[in-house]
């Protein structure tokens, strides 16, 4: 079965208050079986335009990605990073 990815695209507006979103979201994604590959570093942009962060997640298949990006328990705390950065925000199945 392939598996499933959260690709992100971010540039945090308020870091201060962004700081409790990533506190709060690790557990519900790893509850969710997730596994974080890419968090932040250096961007080396090469064509068009994005934002300043990236952050890639693997998860053991597109349902628990889909799963944990729909549960309500994520959708709170997503309100925290909407409230305090611009995202782009992709799930996407691997194959």
Request: charged share 30%; hydrophobic share 40%.
């Amino acid at each position: 079965m392939p598996k499933g990815y959260w690709i992100a695209n971010i540039t945090v507006t308020n870091p201060d208050a962004y700081r409790e979103y990533v506190e709060r979201d690790t557990a519900i994604i790893e509850g969710f079986g997730g596994r974080f590959l890419v968090r932040g570093g250096d961007v080396a942009e090469r064509e068009g335009d994005v934002l300043d962060r990236f952050v890639v997640i693997e998860f053991p298949d597109h349902e628990a990605a889909l799963a944990c990006w729909n549960s309500a328990e994520y959708q709170e705390v997503a309100e925290i990073r909407r409230a305090n950065a611009e995202s782009r925000i992709v799930v996407v199945e691997g194959h």
